[in-house]
RNA sequence: GGUCCUGUGGUGCAGUUUGGAGUGCACGCCGGCCUGUCAAGCCGGAGGUCGCGGGUUCAAAUCCCGUCAGGACCGCCA
């Protein structure tokens, strides 16, 4: 039907008899005598001159045959990567008409998202689109060939799985053929993953679909696509090889640049950025100021923890009414408050607390800051996690680049707390999952302080946005016994959730671990986009619904008993 | 469950602060003219429940309340 693409034809096709076929990206009639169509494909956009009147519009679905030529003296255009010719003597063929688009088909102007994904199929026509999808198959390729090439079998899990009542809400599938019960989609293959280490697939990878029935968020879609791997009889370093490879293969295949991956402990990405994701590309790093007001006699800064940013030369455009802005943020996290300072020409402190503290003070604070006029200064008193979180994410709001700005600054967290807070039973919650393996140096704190067990587990983190995590596993009983009962997990329980797995585990089960990568998230930010929805074909809305097909939508209620379910009237 | 932003012909916006006739810009659409344009140009035209409902007012796109939709964030995401 067609023997080339429109963008790829050049100066050095001149001559050549060619047949294009596309969508009418826009025309320029000259009355009954001349007439230019611009036709495009995913490829780009090529002129077609057509010596007559070309009766055709927008989108309209075209087939051209005609002779590349090299335009004439003075009409190229350097714009265009094909502005060099066109394609003349054209003959158009209809392969079908088209109605106005709803929107224009163009880069230049991003029409409201609610229109844009109720005609996806229309906005998948821009060479954004195009270009974010494109890339997205190409992550996924160069990832299963580095997985491959490692050693690593592919292998799929089932998609109607067990439910296991922990962690994220599941989506429900309801038996036809066993009334009452019920499948659930996987939240992620973890425990299938596991299962086949236990069956003798010492290395496992699949590009798997996971399933979250939680609130959607710009990086969080109900769907996504994990790089889920996991081996037996490795060790974290040999893990982190295996994903480094795969994720540096993958940002190299778009960006060309082999990226470097940095490692850092939670407790060091907590002190110095305030977050366990961790943006690396820019500095205004938390500052220890606890020593400085040790002996404060400033009551608001008589707290367990003081930290603060440097925010570089930002003085003059703070006024009063941003840095309130700062201080509703702070208070909207959590801080009682927040202290800002500005740094005057001289050196001074500028702040309304600054009558409250020492000279003495004053100068360790400039000094411990490296403070320089200019610069403002942000702190924060209270508990030490809550003063990181705080500042951490103040940080981000005021110094954060976008998505889009380079470099990408890869980073492995290691060393994550087991624990992260207590249930309503006083029983301390898994930070990751119940199967992680505690730190080998902390395991007799487990029943002694188990808010100190640090485990093996880890994240890989890339510009600030968590890509993925992973941990060793238990395998040995007597440890996993351990894990459970800190967890206030009583073998009955244990048994009814996953006695399938720990069960599997008493035949045998290999030291193992693995690491998930969360794939949207990573293309989005090799696509330089926000936003995960712009490398997604058909995604949610963020209220759950697809405004194309109009899902999720009732169902009949007979189509309802035949899987033994009824709606109840919206509860009020 | 909560906080905030947005909603104005098909599309993108201005108008809302300080109420005064659906007032404006650009694109698209329809018709006409046009033989080298490229975001073609020129002339003419059509197209509106200012998201929806209620209230205040002589008068509401504009102010108030509610609601719906889209988005960002908090909670949530082992």
């Known amino acids: 039907m067609r023997t080339h693409h429109c963008g790829v034809l050049r100066a050095e096709d001149a001559g050549r008899s060619v047949a294009l076929c596309g969508w009418v990206a826009r025309r320029r009639e000259h009355g009954e005598h001349l007439a230019f169509v611009d036709l495009r494909d995913h490829t780009g956009v090529v002129q077609c001159v057509v010596d007559g009147a070309a009766d055709l519009r927008s989108e309209f679905v075209v087939r051209i045959t005609g002779t590349v030529r090299e335009r004439p003296e003075g009409t190229t255009n350097d714009q265009l990567p094909t502005g060099a010719i066109e394609v003349g003597n054209c003959s158009v063929e209809i392969l079908n008409a088209a109605e106005p688009p709803p929107f224009p088909v163009s880069d230049r102007i991003e029409a409201d998202e609610s229109v844009r994904l109720r005609y996806r199929y229309v906005d998948l026509r821009r060479s954004k689109m195009q270009h974010n999808l494109r890339v997205r198959s190409k992550v996924n390729s160069a990832i299963r060939h580095a997985m491959e090439r490692q050693g690593f079998v592919e292998i799929e899990t089932p998609m109607l799985w067990t439910p296991t009542p922990e962690g994220a809400r599941e989506f429900l599938v309801p038996s036809r053929l066993q009334p009452g019960r019920n499948y659930v989609l996987p939240q992620s293959p973890q425990i299938a993953k596991q299962l086949l280490m236990v069956g003798g697939f010492d290395r496992y990878f699949q590009i798997a679909r996971c399933l979250r029935d ?71 790093e938390l500052v220890e100021l606890t020593p400085v007001f040790s002996a404060t006699g400033f009551k608001a800064f008589q707290a367990a923890c003081i930290k603060g940013i440097r925010v570089p030369g930002a003085s003059p455009d703070y006024g009063r009414s941003k840095l309130d802005g700062l201080t509703d943020r702070a208070k909207s996290l959590g801080a009682k ?4 300072m500005r740094v005057a020409a001289g050196g001074a402190l500028e702040s309304p607390v600054a009558k409250f503290l020492s000279d003495d003070e004053q100068a360790a604070l400039t000094s411990t800051m490296e403070a320089q006029p200019g610069d403002l200064l942000l702190l924060v008193a209270d508990e030490r996690r809550l003063v990181q979180e705080v500042l951490g994410q103040l940080r ?75 941990s060793i596993r238990i395998h040995r009983s007597d440890i996993q016994a351990r894990v459970f009962k800190a967890l206030g997990v009583t073998d009955e329980d244990a048994e009814g959730r996953f006695g399938f797995l720990l069960g599997a585990f008493r035949y045998g089960a290999p030291p193992h671990g693995g690491f998930a990568v969360g794939l949207d998230r990573l293309v989005a930010i090799l696509a330089g986009e926000e936003n995960i929805r712009e490398v997604i074909a058909f995604p949610k809305a963020s209220s759950g619904t697809d405004p194309m097909t109009g899902a999720p939508k009732p169902v009949d209620a007979r189509v309802l008993a035949g899987l033994g379910l009824r709606t109840l009237p919206p509860s009020t």
Do not use: C
């Open 214 to 284: 939680e609130d959607l968020r710009a990086d969080r879609q109900f769907e996504f696509m994990q790089l889920d791997i996991e081996a037996a009889f490795t060790t974290q370093e040999e893990i982190h090889g295996f994903i480094g490879e795969a994720v540096a293969d993958a940002t190299e295949a778009i960006s060309g640049e082999r990226p470097v991956i940095e490692t850092l402990t939670w407790t060091e990405a907590m002190e110095r950025f305030g977050t366990d994701k961790p943006d690396l590309r820019f500095g205004m």
């Open 337 to 340: 408050g927040l202290v800002w």
């Open 396 to 470: 981000n709001d005021i110094g954060r680049p976008p998505v889009s700005d380079g470099p990408y600054r890869f980073a492995w967290v290691t060393e994550f707390p087991m624990f992260d807070g207590v249930d309503d039973e006083g029983h301390p919650i898994a930070a990751h999952h119940p199967f992680t393996m505690p730190h080998p140096d902390d395991l007799d704190l487990l029943e002694t302080d188990p808010g100190k067990v640090r485990s093996q587990s880890y994240d890989l983190v890339l510009n600030g946005w968590e890509l993925g995590s992973g």
